[in-house]
């Protein structure tokens, strides 16, 4: 299992806050460091909320090894032309270490209080399912070009040239959002749902793959979710306060914790936390973005991730 660290700037973290968790997940050993990609936050009390891209590109200049993830940028806030050069902008300013996100978007507050436009549910897929293939035909060294409903891109090469790019899908949707990221993305980031659920979306997922002519093997599978461990009993109860204190949905400490165990989540001292991991990888996940609220202290995060991983 590979580990990443989540976190969401638009309820609050400022560029200083974000540099300095990056630097941390890549001191302890994480293998990506992700944020997600809101300009603005209206259902809670937010507010700092800074640009993703932006930001994405000062820390592909504070960090060296680390992968660098927005998870996931929609569709709806920019053109894919300019996610393209954006990202391979960042691409090269990292030396490859760019994982791109495509979503749907979903929160049509955002967009209300920028004067965005927010299609519905099926002209966001659509416009999505485009823009993976404009940005598949960006990526490609030979330029083919790509025309659509919505997008066109001229055939000609991409520059500067991306080195490094991964694509990633995700989504809640059961029957779309497999087929897209089995289709185009080099890592589908699941949904946390039960068991059962995730890895019939897996195995959709891998079907697409094959279909598309795609190696199925070569798909990542990622999750993100909260996890609340300790090294022992006292720590992961300190580490539960902790980060129930920083909750944004208002949740006591035990309610945390109720909520994560109830859907089989890393949650307690570390073999149970690592039970929980187990079972993930069993489904099918390789990788699992650790999400996190608050708040920032190196102490609590080091101890969550010793525990989780072990």
């Not at 592909?60 to 032309?81: D, K, N, Y």
């Not at 980060?243 to 859907?263: H, K, Q, T």
Request: proline share 7%; with cysteine; hydrophobic share 45%.
């Amino acid at each position: 299992m590979e580990f990443g660290l989540m976190t969401e700037p638009q309820l609050g973290m400022t560029y200083a806050q974000l540099a300095d968790t990056a630097r941390f997940a890549e001191e302890i050993g994480l293998d990506v460091f992700a944020r997600s990609d809101h300009f603005a936050f209206p259902r809670f009390d937010a507010p700092h909320a800074t640009e993703a891209f932006a930001t994405l590109a000062g820390l592909a200049r504070e960090t060296s090894r680390i992968q660098l993830c927005v998870l996931v940028s929609p569709i709806t806030f920019r053109h894919p032309g300019l996610i393209a050069k954006t990202a391979a902008t960042i691409d090269e300013m990292s030396g490859g270490r760019l994982l791109l996100g495509i979503g749907t978007g979903w929160m049509p507050e955002e967009h209300d209080l920028l004067g965005m436009e927010f299609p519905d549910t099926g002209e966001r897929f659509d416009r999505m399912e485009e823009a993976l293939a404009y940005l598949r035909a960006a990526f490609d060294p030979d330029g083919p070009g790509f025309t659509g409903e919505h997008y066109t891109l001229a055939p000609a090469p991409l520059r500067p040239s991306p080195t490094g790019i991964g694509i990633v899908v995700g989504g809640k949707g059961p029957r779309r959002t497999p087929r897209l990221a089995g289709t185009y993305a080099d890592e589908f980031n699941v949904f946390s749902s039960p068991l059962d659920e995730m890895a019939g979306r897996i195995a959709a997922a891998r079907a697409a793959a094959a279909a598309a002519g795609r190696d199925p093997a070569a798909l990542k599978v990622s999750m993100m979710c909260q996890a609340v461990a300790g090294t022992d009993q006292a720590s992961y109860r300190s580490n539960l306060e902790q980060i129930a204190g920083a909750d944004p949905f208002g949740r006591s400490a035990d309610e945390v914790a109720a909520a994560l165990a109830a859907r089989g989540l890393p949650v307690g001292t570390g073999p149970e936390a690592r039970e929980a991991v187990a079972r993930l990888a069993e489904a099918g996940v390789d990788r699992l973005y650790v999400q996190h609220f608050g708040p920032w202290g190196h102490g609590l995060l080091e101890d969550v991730f010793a525990a989780v991983r072990g």
